[in-house]
């Protein structure tokens, strides 16, 4: 079967942005369409939001870093809970989070600040032989605006008669995102990293997505080969790519073989300053 190589540049923002080149066949595209630049795509949001699949992980972090990576105020946020309150299901400690974000947004609303936007991690393991979940908590990814001692605070259950807050549900610590010359990639690195536990994510509607742009005349299979087999240095991609240049060296560039169509190549930019 005839196939061609696809250039696919994801925009994940001013300073971040995904490029994949791979075979395409000739049967996936119409004769019209090919060689020609295409229109802005959004990207699919997987369906599946389970951090331990591949796309999801790879979702999550071009999200992040387009509605967070330039957000100097923007918060990452871990909650726990203390035995007493530890929930018995994950859907339980779910709702307890969504619970959590309500109330931060009615804080946020009372004080004037723009509507929230985040993006949660829930994670956890499971006994040996069993669903049972164990050591559930939170991260959370959220706008700025809100100062931080207040966020922690409103970790709690709901104040019952006699209270003048409710109980702390267990730890809570929101820090500022440590973003660098990659933005917050290395956040993002250690949410989706895969280990022995879970992962979901959600997210709130009301951010930006990624979108995408295909070119299908730009490289040949020859040379995706080649590069893949030279490992040609980051200054080599910066040619290819002006203005920008490799997140870093192990995990900027990666070369994938597949026995059916061949090489294919993924990069993870950074604009340069």
């Given at each position: 079967?005839?196939?061609?190589?696809?250039?696919?540049?994801?925009?994940?923002?001013?300073?971040?942005?995904?490029?994949?080149?791979?075979?395409y066949?000739?049967?996936?595209?119409?004769?019209?369409?090919?060689?020609?630049?295409?229109?802005?795509?959004?990207?699919?949001?997987?369906?599946?939001?389970?951090?331990?699949d591949?796309?999801?992980?790879?979702?999550?972090?071009?999200?992040?870093?387009?509605?967070?990576?330039?957000d100097?105020?923007?918060?990452?946020?871990?909650?726990?809970?203390?035995?007493?309150?530890?929930p018995?299901?994950?859907?339980?400690?779910?709702?307890?989070?969504?619970?959590?974000?309500?109330?931060?947004?009615?804080?946020?609303?009372?004080?004037?600040?723009?509507?929230?936007?985040?993006?949660?991690?829930?994670?956890?393991?499971?006994?040996?032989?069993?669903?049972?979940?164990?050591?559930?908590?939170?991260?959370?990814?959220?706008?700025?605006?809100?100062?931080?001692?207040v966020?922690e605070?409103?970790?709690?259950?709901?104040?019952?008669?006699?209270?003048?807050?409710?109980?702390?549900?267990?730890?809570?610590n929101?820090?500022?995102?440590?973003?660098?010359?990659?933005?917050?990639?290395?956040?993002?690195?250690?949410?989706?990293?895969?280990?022995?536990?879970k992962?979901?994510?959600?997210?709130?509607?009301?951010?930006?997505?990624?979108?995408?742009?295909?070119?299908?005349?730009?490289?040949?299979?020859?040379?995706?080969?080649?590069?893949?087999?030279?490992?040609?240095?980051?200054?080599?991609?910066?040619?290819?790519?002006?203005?920008?240049?490799?997140?870093?060296?192990?995990?900027?560039?990666?070369?994938?073989?597949?026995?059916?169509?061949?090489w294919?190549?993924?990069?993870?930019?950074?604009?340069?300053?």
């Amino acid at each position: 079967m005839r196939s061609f190589m696809r250039e696919k540049k994801i925009y994940c923002g001013k300073h971040y942005r995904e490029v994949d080149i791979y075979p395409y066949t000739a049967a996936q595209l119409t004769a019209s369409t090919r060689g020609k630049r295409s229109k802005k795509i959004k990207e699919t949001e997987p369906k599946q939001k389970n951090l331990n699949d591949k796309n999801a992980r790879r979702y999550f972090t071009q999200t992040a870093n387009l509605n967070f990576g330039s957000d100097p105020e923007a918060l990452h946020v871990t909650a726990t809970y203390s035995g007493k309150y530890l929930p018995d299901t994950v859907e339980q400690a779910e709702q307890e989070a969504t619970n959590f974000l309500r109330r931060v947004q009615y804080r946020r609303k009372k004080e004037g600040l723009p509507p929230l936007k985040y993006m949660i991690v829930t994670a956890y393991t499971t006994k040996r032989n069993s669903e049972t979940p164990v050591r559930i908590h939170h991260h959370i990814i959220m706008n700025g605006g809100l100062d931080r001692d207040v966020v922690e605070d409103l970790w709690r259950k709901r104040r019952r008669k006699g209270q003048k807050k409710g109980d702390k549900i267990g730890f809570c610590n929101a820090d500022r995102l440590q973003a660098d010359e990659n933005g917050i990639a290395a956040l993002c690195t250690y949410l989706v990293k895969q280990g022995c536990g879970k992962k979901r994510w959600n997210s709130s509607h009301n951010l930006e997505r990624p979108y995408s742009r295909t070119n299908d005349g730009k490289y040949n299979r020859r040379q995706i080969e080649k590069w893949a087999k030279e490992h040609p240095p980051r200054e080599f991609w910066e040619k290819k790519y002006p203005g920008w240049t490799l997140t870093d060296d192990d995990y900027g560039v990666q070369y994938e073989y597949n026995d059916f169509t061949g090489w294919a190549v993924y990069l993870k930019l950074r604009k340069k300053e």
